[in-house]
């Protein structure tokens, strides 16, 4: 952590306790000393703690990939424009457009299978008039 230097933050600290600093000087300054050193060690602490709770370190080493991913790129990352409408159609509209041609290829195979299933449905019946005309002659023949 950087701090003021020594002297600075010494002064400081004796201008906020000057009646105390006039009685016992040696007194404060080890007071101000344990003060900094358990400022320090807190503000430590809750820094891991943050680290911890937030898991940034991975969150660190994520984007320093990403950052050097990026380096040998040539076209430049995305930036936003400042418009909302204008960022999100330059974001959504590619990916839309991608869909909506996976969703046409699905639509075509979906239809060409109907079409097959169709043509059997089809002969089936077919079968069935022939099967059903076929049992009427044997049973008029028979008769």
Excluded at 76 to 97: F, K, N
Aim: glycine residues 4%.
């Amino acid at each position: 952590l950087r701090s003021l230097p020594s002297s600075i933050s010494y002064q400081r600290f004796v201008s906020c306790y000057r009646c105390f600093y006039k009685l016992q000087p040696e007194v404060t300054r080890g007071i101000y000393e344990q003060f900094v050193s358990q400022l320090q060690a807190s503000i430590k602490e809750q820094i891991q703690e943050v680290k911890k709770e937030g898991n940034l370190e991975e969150l660190f080493s994520s984007l320093d990939k990403i950052v050097e991913e990026a380096k040998d790129r040539e076209e430049p990352a995305w930036r936003p424009s400042g418009v909302p409408e204008q960022d999100i159609r330059s974001t959504l509209v590619p990916y839309l457009l991608k869909h909506r041609s996976h969703l046409r290829r699905a639509l075509g195979h979906k239809r060409e299978e109907n079409r097959k299933a169709a043509r059997c449905v089809q002969m089936g019946r077919e079968r069935i008039a022939e099967l059903q005309q076929l049992i009427q002659a044997r049973q008029q023949a028979w008769q």
